[in-house]
């Protein structure tokens, strides 16, 4: 589990990039509709990545009933960042609860569906579901005339 500790380590800095930027230059922008995106806006990814770590964290992995945020919620970046803080504490007793990488976890979807994963299989989809909302907000900003950053792991 250290290996994946480490690595979630390296996804909250990538994390950070983009919220700082997000605050400081899109602003209040975040909460702009984007017609590309579905008439979604920033927020809502955000909302969404902090709600697939509980569904798949918390709800489907540990069996727990967590709360989803809802995505209509006027939130502020402040409020964002305190919903990863959040997140960020979930991954750490996901990553403490399973002892073993690839012992299947069987569960119920929300949709009914009975399915059996690994831990492993789990934090991947987790993360990379995270990184690839991220590439979607970045072109967002993008789309609102923002140049945005580097975000990636890898920054240079």
Known sequence: MDILKQQYELIKGSRQVMLNFIEEQVGEG???PIKEFNSKNVRYFLLHINNTY????????MNK???????????????????????????SEFLNHFKQLDKPVTNTTNSGMLL??????????????EFH????IMTMCRLLGYIPPDTDVLRY
């Open 30 to 32: 975040y909460s702009v």
């Open 54 to 61: 509980k569904h798949w964290g918390a709800n489907f992995g």
């Open 65 to 91: 009933k967590l709360p989803y945020i809802d995505y209509n919620n006027q939130v502020s970046i402040t409020e964002v960042r305190e919903l990863f803080d959040e997140t960020d504490k979930l991954l």
């Open 116 to 129: 059996t994963v690994t831990p492993l299989e789990l934090f991947t989809h987790m993360t990379t579901h």
């Open 133 to 136: 909302h991220k590439g979607q």
